[in-house]
């Protein structure tokens, strides 16, 4: 009951009420945390990539998307260098993007749409609500079993944040804030549809289960290209 009902409804109602400033400075750990944890056998953090024209054509990106947003944070854009093919939003304002994301990309389009998505996810404060249900779960049950302690729980809350497993419907939110963001600022959003397609046909081809697995926590894939 502890942990399947009160410390999800408590973090919920944290997310609302925690001021900005506590936010950024969870989301400023704990992406610290995921850098460290994400480059295994060694004691370095995982780079980040920020060759200057990469990241100028990001930084020129996220400030034509950004103008029709009233976050209480500057939005914190990083790139990981990394294979994985994926992106999530942290506390306080930081969104992560992978190499392998923006390698495997077509078009800037449809970054940009998968960068708006993450934005949602932002402004409804999900990521908050994810961090503080995972810390108190990770808690209660320290309390019950005596073995989560240490990196333990930077690697649980690591798994947790990376995948993201949001309910459906704040899935759909965000691709709702992105599908309204991006016709704001006059930008299409069909290549959005065309990555989902094509990550799914990738990820059945090449037997990816748990890519599969984190899309199958997302609306179903037809529903978000329609």
Do not use: W
């Not at 976050?71 to 992560?96: C, K, Q, R, T």
């Not at 947790?160 to 965000?174: D, F, H, T, V, W």
């Not at 090449?206 to 529903?223: F, I, K, T």
């Amino acid at each position: 009951l502890i942990v399947f009902v009160l410390v999800p409804l408590m973090a919920d109602q944290l997310a609302t009420m925690l001021p900005p400033k506590g936010e950024k400075a969870l989301g400023d750990t704990t992406f610290e945390q995921i850098r460290q944890a994400l480059n295994q056998n060694t004691e370095f953090a995982l780079p980040l990539c920020e060759e200057p024209v990469g990241r100028a054509a990001l930084d020129k990106m996220l400030a034509r998307l950004n103008p029709g947003t009233d976050f209480p944070y500057e939005i914190s854009l990083h790139v990981l260098d990394h294979p994985m093919i994926n992106a999530f939003a942290l506390p306080g304002g930081h969104i992560v993007l992978f190499r392998g994301l923006l390698q495997d990309a077509t078009s800037p389009e449809e970054i940009a749409g998968i960068l708006g998505h993450e934005m949602g996810h932002v402004d409804h404060r999900d990521p908050t609500r994810l961090a503080l249900r995972s810390a108190g779960s990770i808690g209660v049950l320290g309390l019950l079993l005596g073995d989560f302690a240490g990196g333990t729980v930077v690697l649980f809350l690591t798994e947790k944040l990376i995948q993201a497993q949001y309910s459906r419907g704040a899935e759909a939110a965000s691709d709702a804030y992105s599908h309204a963001l991006l016709a704001d600022v006059g930008l299409p959003s069909a290549p959005m549809a065309n990555f989902f397609i094509r990550i799914q046909d990738e990820s059945e081809n090449e037997g990816d289960e748990s890519l599969l697995s984190h899309l199958a926590s997302h609306p179903d894939v037809q529903g978000r290209v329609d």
